[in-house]
């Protein structure tokens, strides 16, 4: 062997040996008897994910569910946050580059955990003491158990970037009561643990001084029976009242208006209610996010929740895996290049979208989303292995 050919062995293997490094200092793992507490750990970057997170996590997941000594895997975030989505950096780096590939690899990745998580044969409770947005509601909405608190901050924000929430979105979002779904997705309302419990959401809400207490006794679970899971849960939750502002408790305004069939129409209903309803203000700041939001995302988005509601888990990933490759192509539309600029890059949150009307995006350029990719050279649509186990009920029954 070479020198040179010896010195590149070298550098290669250093490589992985520093990849590996990374991903396992941004996945802490504690091993507590028959329970795994996986720790995301990217504070500064809001636990945002990158795919070394992702695939680390993928990883833990599977083999843990081989494992018959692990009955239980916790996930929660270190500081601030849960996790705040994915690090969409990147993914634009790559966009800008030309290698929309390599940004759709990574959701090859992200959409094969959020499938072995709704599918997952173990009790997987997440602790969601802080910001979950995004890739983050991915990581932790398909789980069995949800744990919200007074400091989180829940949000599907995609619309404002030039994408559509995703990572089975379309799933969670369309089986919310009524039309709340389209309201949040379409909006990226945010919303706090009471409403997030209240909707389905999260399946708990318990207050952060007591998770030390929760962790503690969930440790001594010795079985993978979510029962036993739900029985310690349910001693620690409680049930907060609603702001008296939340738009939760004006859903028969929402059913209304986000009922309806087009963006426009739903925008025109809104407009309609503001001339009954008093006071008025909320419906304004409604019509004010959907009017700042890319044309194109709002039109791809209501029709994805809408099509959710139709389909599996399974499809609704890997239609939405079809939709994020045509926004990564940009054939169509830019915005998410753009968006991402205006919202993560300059930060002067004035993006200028194209299509700029919400009628100059078409049906026909809509439809182009929900193709498959036509003349790309190895591109497949995103396929799964069996799974054994789906539990029906992702969605918990909400709690009014």
């Given amino acids: 062997m070479s020198r040179r050919i010896k010195r590149q062995k070298g550098r290669e293997e250093e490589e992985t040996r520093a990849v590996k490094m990374a991903s396992h200092s941004q996945v802490l793992v504690e091993e507590k008897s028959s329970v795994r507490i996986l720790t995301l750990n990217r504070p500064n ?17 599977l083999a843990y569910e081989e494992d018959p000594s692990v009955k239980l895997v916790i996930l929660k975030g270190q500081g601030r946050a849960f996790c ?22 990574f959701l090859t990745y992200q959409y094969t955990l959020n499938y072995v998580l709704a599918t997952y044969s173990k009790p997987q409770v997440s602790i969601l003491n802080g910001i979950v947005m995004g890739g983050g509601v991915g990581l932790s909405i398909h789980g069995r158990f949800r744990i919200a ?15 559509f929430p995703d990572v089975g979105a379309s799933y969670f ?50 079985s993978s029976d979510p029962s036993f899971v739900s029985t310690i849960l349910d001693a620690y939750t409680q049930h907060p009242h609603l702001k008296q502002k ?14 309806r069939r087009t963006v426009e129409e739903i925008l025109s209903a809104l407009e309609r209610e503001t001339a009954h309803q008093e006071p008025h203000d909320w419906i304004s700041t409604i019509i004010g996010a959907l009017k700042k939001a890319s044309p194109s ?43 991402c600029r205006a919202i993560l890059i300059d930060k002067d949150r004035n993006p200028k979208w194209k299509p700029r009307r919400l009628e100059d995006m078409k049906d026909s350029m809509v439809d182009q989303y929900f193709e498959r990719v036509e003349e790309e ?14 539990h029906a009920s992702t969605m918990a029954t909400p709690k009014l």
Avoid at 90 to 95: S, T
Avoid at 310 to 315: A, K, N, T
Avoid at 377 to 390: M, Q, S, T, V
């Fill in 377 to 390: 050279e190895g591109w497949e649509d995103l396929k799964f292995l069996p799974r054994n186990n789906f």
């Fill in 45 to 61: 970057q809001l636990n945002a994910l990158c795919l070394n997170m992702i695939s680390r996590l993928l990883q833990l997941f």
């Fill in 84 to 105: 705040a989505g994915g690090d969409a950096l990147p993914l634009v780096r790559d966009i800008v580059q030309g290698k929309w590939r390599l940004a759709a690899n």
């Fill in 149 to 163: 608190t007074e400091n989180t901050v829940f949000a599907m924000p995609e619309t404002a970037l030039g994408l």
């Fill in 246 to 259: 939340s738009v939760f408790l004006r859903l028969d305004v929402i059913d209304r208006c986000f009922s």
């Fill in 297 to 339: 995302s709002l039109k791809i988005s209501l029709r994805s929740i809408r099509e959710g509601r139709l389909q599996g888990v399974g499809q609704c990933l890997i239609r939405e895996y079809r939709m994020a490759c045509h926004v990564f192509k940009g054939e169509t539309s830019k915005d998410f290049v753009e968006g």
């Fill in 173 to 222: 979002l369309s089986r919310l009561p009524g039309f709340f779904g389209e309201y949040v997705g379409l909006t990226g309302a945010r919303l706090d643990g009471a409403e997030m419990l209240a909707c389905g959401l999260a399946t708990h809400f318990v207050p952060s001084t007591r998770l030390t207490a929760l962790e503690e006794d969930l440790c001594k679970v010795g």
